[in-house]
Each structure stands twice: as C-alpha cells, then as structure tokens.
C-alpha cells in the first residue's frame, strides 16, 4: 500500500448522524490522509450512506464537526459549487451519468460550470480523464451503449474532472462481475498512485477492500458506534472475539487471498 502523508484531507471529530432526530451512528471520529484509502463498511442500514452525505455537506451532523481541506462541507455547498467541486468528486453507486449526454459531455460538464479555461482547453481535459481510465475512443458513446464497468470508469473520469484531493466512491464495484471489479480496483490504485489522491471507499466487497484498503472503518448497526480503526488483517484478528465483526467478515478472505492474481504487492 501506498505510504500515508500526516496531512488530513478529511477530519471528523465526535459525529453523530441519523434521520428526523434519531441517530444511526454517534461519536463517530476519524481522519483520512492525503494519499490514503479508507475503507467505510458494515452492513445495510448502518449509516454508511448517510456518512457520505455529511462528509459531501449534502446533511449537516446532528454532533460533532467536519472537515474537509479545513473547511465545513456544507458551508463550502451554501457558498455555492465550486469550492465543493474543487475539494472533492463524487462516484455514485448507480454512477448518475446523464443519459442524454455523451462521456465526454458528462465530464465537461463539471468543468464548464466551475473551470474558468477556454473551451479547447477543457475539451482537452476532459479527453484527457477520459483517456486516464481507459476510455480513449468512447468519447462519443452515450450511457446506455457501454458496460457497467465502462460507465464506472466514466464516472470516475468525471469525479477526477477539477483534480480534486478527495475521491469518494460509494460501492465502485458494485453490480460488476469479478474481473471488471479487478480492474476498477487497479485503477483506484493507480489514481492514487498518479494523484496522490485521499479516497474514502464505502464498500461492502471484501476482495476490494482487501486490495485496496489502507485502514478500515467498520460500522456497527447494533450499538450504532465506529470500531476503532485499523488494517483489515488487524480488524480479522480481532473479529474472532467481536460478534458484529465475525458475522460481517465470517471466513471471508484475508488481504493476501484478495491480492491473489491481482498483480499488486502490498
């Protein structure tokens, strides 16, 4: 794994979130480094999703403070977008491409709303992203005429669009069959590598959490608190003596089994 700056490009300190006043999760602290991937899972109903859309600014916290590069995200959204756009992109489960717009039109789209460069000029960045994650040649294609792993990739490309220093992926595997996982999670890996980006990956897939992950957060629906964070192979030793962690782990596979034919080294 990639070697993790002391810089926090995310901080959350005592976070509490929930809906219509009752918590989902409380006292929630943790921090992400520039250049690292943390890994936020558990299981349904635990609050993942609602996490995210705190870390966004999209909810404010019921408790506690965030911030992202040092600012509140949801003051940074009142403010107006671009800040937003700048400081962090968003690839969404279901990818959230517009369908009446080619790749390349989703991915100027961010850059025509908050870049201030000529049109030629973001064109070419945006052929550029699009190259970036393989997807050189499909400019032109619309949504619905590629695969899932296509349309992933093409999310991703309009998520890197502003070069933003947070990356936040909810469930990029996602409905892919096991090799288009593979090299969604190579690409992650190599984004990171590129950009030196922070990545927070909310993620329920184990193999891509093992290849991928720097540290994990495990959430517990039960007690509606965070375990302390840690490595996966830490967090599978210690899930023999916590219920919540055996049965949302059980026997799955280590670290080294998930890197196995995946052509990475930890």
Known sequence: MGNVESVAAISVDGVSVGHGGLPLLSGVTFSVAAGEILAIVGKSGCGKSTLLRVLVGLDRPMAGAVRVCGMNPAEMLRMGGAMAAKTYGVLFQDCALWTSMTLLE?????????????????????????????????????????????????????????????????????????????????????????????????????????????????????????RPIA????????????????????????????????????
């Open 106 to 226: 989703n991915v100027l789209l961010p850059l025509r709303n908050y870049s201030r460069n000529g049109e030629e000029e973001i064109r070419n960045l945006a052929k550029f992203k699009l190259a970036l994650v393989g997807l050189e040649g499909f400019e032109n294609a619309y949504p619905h005429e590629i695969s899932g792993g296509m349309a992933k990739r093409a999310a991703i490309a309009r998520a890197m669009a502003l070069d933003p220093p947070i990356l936040i992926f909810d469930e990029p595997s996602a409905g892919l069959d096991p090799c288009t996982a593979k090299q969604i999670d190579k690409l992650i890996l190599q984004i990171r590598s590129i950009c030196g980006t922070a990545i927070v990956l909310i993620s329920h897939e184990l193999g891509s959490i093992g290849r991928l992950s720097d540290r994990v957060a495990f959430m517990d629906v039960e007690t509606k608190s965070m």
């Open 231 to 266: 490595k996966l192979e830490e967090m599978m030793v210690t899930a023999a003596a916590d219920s919540a962690l055996r049965d949302f782990f059980g026997d799955r596979p280590t670290r080294q089994a998930a890197l196995e034919g995946f052509g990475h080294e930890t």
